[in-house]
């Protein structure tokens, strides 16, 4: 197993990638009462960038479409706790923007999607 460097630093709560892992996507842990980005990698994970888009939420569970054209990611806690998705067919970056999904009628702690 192989470390990627630009992936030290962050503790990591969830991660998506495509089938060569050339493109890689992952969440962060909730840290000290601060929400978190989503992190995208289309170079094997040499570099990432912080989906800005998406917002500052408590992300738990992502994953992607196999051309990371589409982006499901889970939120938890009371304010977060719901399913977020982009609202675009496109290529995922900085800019995406999701939406939630229908309404969550309990207190959703998403771990995962």
Avoid: E
Avoid at 30 to 57: C, E, P, V, Y
């Amino acid at each position: 197993m192989t470390q990627v460097p630009a992936a030290t630093g962050k503790v990591w709560f969830g991660i998506t990638s495509n089938y060569d892992m050339s493109i890689i996507a992952a969440t962060v842990q909730f840290s000290a009462g601060i929400n978190q980005n989503i992190w995208l990698s289309r170079d094997s994970g040499t570099t990432f960038i912080a989906l800005t888009g998406m917002g500052f939420k408590d992300w738990r569970g992502i994953i992607c479409s196999s051309n990371f054209s589409k982006i499901v990611a889970s939120g938890s806690g009371v304010t977060d706790g719901f399913i977020y998705h982009s609202i675009y067919n496109g290529v995922v970056d900085a800019t995406t923007t999701t939406t939630r999904t229908g309404p969550v009628t309990q207190l959703a702690l998403w771990r995962g999607v």
